[in-house]
Structures are given as C-alpha cells and as structure tokens.
C-alpha cells in the first residue's frame, strides 16, 4: 500500500527479457533500502524487485502490467516515480493508493494556471464511474485531487511541489499516464451496483 506521496525520483535504462523485465537506476539513499522481494511502486505500479547491483534494480513486468500501465513503452533515460509503501507508523498525506493500475489515461491539455498547472486527461468509458469531482486520483502514482470530471476527461492542479518533485512536470499534450482510481470509490460502486436489488 501507498500513499501517493512520491519520495524520490529514477531513471529507466532497458528491458530485458523481451520486455519481461525492466530495469531501472534509483537514487543511491533509495538503493540502500531496496532488497530482494520488497515492493516499489514504479510510476504508480507496484513492482517487486527481483535483483539488484549498485543503484541499477530489476522488476519483472507480467503480462497484466504491459496491458494496463505504461511500463511497456519507456524511453532510455525517462524519469519514473519512485515511493516505498507505507508501514504502519507512516503518516496518510494523500490517499490509500494500491499500486493495481486501473488503465491509462492521455493528456489533452497543460495550461498555466498560477502559482503551477491544470493538466486534462482523457478518461477511458469504464473508469468514469470511479471519479467524481473532489475525490482523489493517482496519475502516474501521484495523489491528486479531481478538480472537474466530464463523460470522456477529467482535470487536475499540479502545484509547483508537484511539478518540480515528481515527473508530472514534464508532461506534454500527447504524453500517456498510469491511472489508478480511489480504492474507497470502487468497493463503494461495487457495492452499491451488487445490492441494488
């Protein structure tokens, strides 16, 4: 489990394994606490570590991962969120965050909006009724509140912490983003949907 709250930055460097593994470069104060079997939530996506050399750390990618996140299609050198799950004394500053990709979503527009940025990201059909407006999404792992929602888009602020800590500041129209919808808003849509008659 995370929080959303991103604590530090990587580097990815290649695939291996016909894209079954992914190999990235961490921070080396974070390759100091990693180890065999312990969780990583890369880019919003909880990954295991399966080796480690130094400050390079591979993950194994399932078939699963490659579908629903953008781990498949990484560039050399692209940056990735990095957080550590949370242990039973850490403090919830954002939101209950899984690291279970829901899909992704496209960004459609950045706009200046003081003192940091609006981002609009188109919203697959089937996670719409997930969202509403004022409750909490993860965009490539980072806790955001959903400032608007509409049939095919919602929209976020990034303030200048956000951009300047985490990867979102580099985004551009085009770019695509791992979503994962609040955990809380679909037990509860489960819920509701399965008793409703």
Same mark, same amino acid.
């Given at each position: ?9 990587? %580097? ?27 969780? %990583? ?57 899984? *690291?279970?990709?829901? *899909? ?39 806790? %955001? ?53």
């Amino acid at each position: 489990m995370f929080t959303g709250l991103i604590s530090h930055r990587g %580097l990815f460097r290649e695939y291996r394994q016909n894209r079954s593994e992914l190999v990235i470069e961490v921070p080396e104060e974070l390759s100091r606490r990693l180890e065999k079997g312990q969780s %990583l939530a890369v880019d919003g996506v909880c990954l295991t570590v399966t080796a480690g050399h130094s400050r390079l750390f591979t993950f194994n990618l399932s078939r699963e991962t490659l579908e629903k996140s953008t781990l498949g299609q990484l560039r050399p050198g692209q940056e990735l969120n990095l957080e550590l799950p949370v242990t039973a004394g850490s403090l919830l500053g954002g939101h209950l965050v899984t *690291g279970h990709v829901d *899909g992704t979503g496209q960004v459609l527009e950045v706009k200046p909006r003081r003192p940091g940025r609006r981002l609009k990201i188109r919203l697959e059909r089937e996670l719409r009724k997930f969202v509403v407006e004022k409750g909490s999404m993860a965009v490539n792992g980072v806790s %955001l509140t959903v400032a608007a929602v509409a049939a095919g888009y919602f929209e976020v602020e990034l303030i200048p912490a956000t951009l300047e800590e985490t990867n979102l500041g580099r985004l551009r129209p085009g770019d695509r983003v791992n979503l994962e919808c609040d955990i809380i808003g679909k037990y509860v849509y489960n819920f509701i949907s399965r008793n409703r008659y």
